[in-house]
C-alpha cells in the first residue's frame, strides 16, 4: 500500500481539473462553463481563475454540476492579510487545501529570502491545520534556477515544515530541464498533488493536454501512486480550444488509469 493510503491502479474518480484552464469561459458563463466540465467527465476540480463571486455562490454552482473542490490555489499575500477570511471561504467551500501558486520576485531574490517564506509557509500551515485545512505548495520553473549556489526547490524541500504539502507541476519541471518522475522520487513524503500537463517541444515548448507531448505519464502516474498522491490534476496555461483540451486531457488520463 502507498503512504497516502492508496494501492492499485489511480482511480479515474482521483482526476480533477484546474479550473484555471477554463478561466476566459468561466468569465462569461460561469454555469455553463461548470456543466461542460462535468459533461466532460470530472467529478473534482481545483479552484483558481474564477470570476469574483462569494463563496456560497460558488459552493452551490460546484453541487449543481456535482464537482468537488479538492484544493484552491491562495497567493501567499491573501494568507498574509487576511488568513481568516480565507479559512471561512475553503470552509464554506468545503475545500479541504490551499495551495500557494507563486512566489512574488520581491520573496525569491536570495536563499535567506526563501528560508524566510518557508518558515512563514510553515506557520500558516500549521494556523490552517488547526482548522481542518491543508497547505500546499506549487511550482513553476523559477524554483528549478540556480540561486546563491543553490535552488529555490532545494532550499523549500529542506526548510519547509513537514505538513506543507508539495503540488508537483509536471509540466513547469520539464519546461526547467528537470525530470518529473525523478522529482516526484525525491519529494515522495509530501507530494500529494500532480499538475498534468504535457509539453510540446517543437518549434518552441508549450503546454498540451496530458498524453498529447513528450511527457513519460504512465511513469508520472507510477511514481504518483509510489508517492501517495491522491490528486491528478489537468490543466492549461494555454489552451487551444478549452473544453476540447480537458476532454482530451480526461480521455487520456483515464486511458491511463484504467
Known amino acids: 500500500m502507498s503512504k497516502g493510503g492508496y494501492c492499485g491502479a489511480v482511480r479515474p474518480d482521483q482526476i480533477a481539473l484546474q479550473l484555471y484552464t477554463v478561466r476566459g469561459l468561466a468569465a462569461t458563463d460561469l454555469?455553463?462553463?461548470?456543466?461542460?466540465?462535468?459533461?466532460?467527465?470530472?467529478?473534482?476540480?481545483?479552484l483558481a481563475g474564477?470570476?469574483?463571486?462569494?463563496?456560497?455562490?460558488?459552493?452551490?454552482?460546484?453541487?449543481?454540476?456535482?464537482?468537488?473542490?479538492?484544493?484552491?490555489?491562495?497567493?501567499?499575500?491573501?494568507?498574509?492579510?487576511?488568513?481568516d477570511g480565507v479559512l471561512r471561504g475553503m470552509r464554506e467551500l468545503e475545500c479541504p487545501r490551499a495551495i500557494v501558486p507563486w512566489l512574488p520576485e520581491a520573496d525569491r531574490r536570495s536563499s535567506d529570502d526563501?528560508?524566510?517564506?518557508?518558515?512563514?509557509?510553515?506557520?500558516f500551515a500549521q494556523?490552517?491545520?488547526?482548522?481542518?485545512?491543508?497547505?500546499?505548495?506549487?511550482?513553476h520553473a523559477f524554483e528549478f534556477?540556480?540561486?546563491?549556489?543553490?535552488?529555490?526547490?532545494?532550499?523549500?524541500?529542506?526548510?519547509?515544515?513537514?505538513?506543507?504539502?508539495?503540488?508537483?507541476?509536471?509540466?513547469?519541471a520539464a519546461f526547467?530541464?528537470?525530470?518529473?518522475?525523478?522529482?516526484?522520487?525525491a519529494a515522495s513524503d509530501r507530494v500529494r498533488l500532480l499538475h498534468m500537463k504535457d509539453l510540446v517541444a517543437d518549434p518552441e515548448p508549450r503546454d498540451a493536454?496530458?498524453?498529447?507531448?513528450?511527457?513519460?505519464?504512465?511513469?508520472?502516474?507510477?511514481?504518483?501512486?509510489?508517492?501517495?498522491?491522491?490528486?491528478?490534476?489537468?490543466?492549461?496555461?494555454?489552451?487551444?480550444?478549452?473544453?476540447?483540451?480537458i476532454a482530451t486531457a480526461f480521455r487520456n488520463l483515464s486511458a491511463l488509469a484504467k
Open 31 to 46: 454555469p455553463g462553463t461548470l456543466r461542460a466540465v462535468a459533461d466532460a467527465g470530472y467529478q473534482a476540480v481545483e
Open 50 to 83: 474564477l470570476p469574483d463571486i462569494g463563496a456560497t455562490q460558488l459552493a452551490k454552482l460546484l453541487r449543481d454540476h456535482g464537482l468537488r473542490p479538492v484544493a484552491a490555489h491562495q497567493s501567499i499575500d491573501s494568507l498574509r492579510g487576511d488568513i
Open 114 to 123: 526563501i528560508r524566510r517564506v518557508a518558515a512563514e509557509l510553515s506557520g
Open 127 to 139: 494556523t490552517l491545520a488547526e482548522r481542518g485545512i491543508r497547505l500546499g505548495y506549487h511550482n
Open 145 to 172: 534556477e540556480p540561486l546563491d549556489g543553490t535552488t529555490v526547490w532545494d532550499v523549500l524541500l529542506a526548510e519547509l515544515a513537514p505538513e506543507v504539502e508539495l503540488e508537483i507541476d509536471v509540466y513547469w
Open 176 to 185: 526547467a530541464g528537470r525530470d518529473a518522475v525523478a522529482e516526484i522520487g
Open 209 to 245: 493536454p496530458a498524453g498529447e507531448g513528450t511527457l513519460r505519464f504512465a511513469d508520472i502516474i507510477s511514481a504518483g501512486e509510489a508517492a501517495g498522491v491522491e490528486w491528478y490534476i489537468a490543466e492549461q496555461d494555454e489552451p487551444e480550444d478549452p473544453l476540447a483540451d
